[in-house]
């Protein structure tokens, strides 16, 4: 590995997990603040989807995939939806293999509203409803791992998953009365449940 690409890799490490410290510390704040508060302001929010629209939708024009975008700003942060009326291969193309695609397209829109905004993005991108789905699966991933730790009384530790979904299962596990933690370092970050 060169020394540009481990610098790289560093740098996405510590962003993910600066995101991570961000989306707790927002998203525990957002039900207190106004629009025009602390946080992250309304307008900005919508800006943010419009450029991230923009830039989708040329992209789904290069690649000549048809879709409609969905723009959605709720506690703090802005949700784009990419869906087809019909099956649209070209779309699940865009997901990839456990959502890889969907991630790696996630941060360079992200990167584009930095680029012409000046404002690092945490928008989330879904695509044909991968993530409401995926969202239900990590749901029941932290109820088995809540059943496992409370019947073996050990600790469970969870397959590596991304920041965005470790943020789910760290909720789910959490409002099922048990306490998790994220471990790990770059791609193998994973959640580990226990009783205390």
Known sequence: MSAESTEHAISAETSEEQDDALSAVQDSDAGSEDSEGKGTSASRLEEEGDVAADYLEELLDIADIDGDIDIEVRNGRTYISIVAEEEAAGLESLVGKDGEVLEALQELTRLAVLSATENRSRLVLDINGYRSERAGELQKIA????ASVKDSGETVALAPMSAYERKIVHDAVA??????????????????????
């Open 143 to 146: 109820e088995d791992a809540v």
């Open 175 to 196: 409002d099922l009365g048990l306490v998790s933690e994220s471990e790990g370092e770059g791609a193998d970050r994973h959640i580990v449940v226990s009783a205390d």
